[in-house]
């Protein structure tokens, strides 16, 4: 089993819906998790990041996670094409200096 | 402010040439990490610098690959006798502190492709 399990998709929705990305992890020593937004050919760059159990909002970005689960969550509301792209999630804990990241979805937001 | 640097963007390498990728991290941040995608896959933690010293190199492999963040200029990755195998982008992120809640940000990576 991997660490970090993550659907690669691709994920087709309309444009205007509600999108929902997850991962599921299997070890408990994850305190931190992040994600990361992957355009073609270009870095990650981050979303958001959250330590706790619940959710976290920015815009229309909300982060969920679920540590009793090990499930984590990433909601984009009123999706827009330029959202189209590899979304990753990552987590890092047990004193790891590194990121462990899922493979990544790949998100198309169809105008 | 510029964001994280690496150069050069693409690189092409015949087997067994050496390659090296270089990464200036965003201005005032000391940790340097490394990460290596492979086609189809995530990213793969590599190694993780502070200046002058490597901290935690678990994710590289035994031979051929090494790293260095020398005092003054940008950090290396460096690959000797690449094979077909070590094509892949490398990324490379910084942060200006560590510990568990620290944001890393990524540069562009470095595509390397050997023929």
């Known amino acids: 089993q991997k660490e970090v399990e993550q659907d690669p998709g691709p994920l087709s929705v309309p444009e205007g819906a509600i999108v929902s990305l997850n991962c599921t992890y299997s070890?408990?020593?994850?305190?931190?998790f992040m994600w990361y937004r992957q355009y073609s050919r270009k870095g990650p760059e981050l979303l958001m990041y959250?330590?706790?159990?619940g959710n976290k909002e920015d815009g229309r970005f909300t982060a969920q996670v679920d540590k009793s689960s090990k499930y984590i969550s990433l909601f984009i509301r009123d999706s827009q094409p330029s959202d189209s792209a590899t979304y990753l999630c990552?987590?890092?804990?047990?004193?790891?200096?590194?990121?462990?990241f899922g493979k990544g979805t790949h998100l198309i937001i169809q105008p | 402010n510029a964001g994280v640097m690496q150069n050069p963007r693409h690189l092409v390498r015949r087997r067994g040439q050496e390659a090296r990728l270089r990464c200036s991290p965003m201005?005032?941040?000391?940790?340097v990490y490394w990460y290596r995608q492979l086609p189809e896959e995530g990213l793969k933690f590599m190694v993780y610098?502070?200046?002058?010293?490597?901290?935690?190199e678990s994710g590289m492999p035994k031979e051929r690959f090494s790293a260095e963040f020398p005092k003054e200029g940008p950090s290396i990755l460096r690959i000797q006798q690449v094979v077909r195998g070590d094509s892949a982008a490398y990324f490379c992120?910084?942060?200006?502190?560590?510990?568990?809640?620290?944001?890393?940000?990524f540069g562009q990576g470095t595509r390397l492709t050997v023929v």
């Open positions: 610098l502070q200046k002058e010293n490597i901290i935690d």
């Open positions: 070890n408990s020593v994850f305190q931190y």
């Open positions: 201005k005032g941040h000391s940790h």
């Open positions: 992120a910084s942060s200006l502190r560590t510990g568990i809640n620290t944001e890393a940000f």
């Open positions: 959250t330590y706790s159990s």
């Open positions: 990552a987590m890092r804990g047990g004193g790891a200096d590194g990121l462990t």
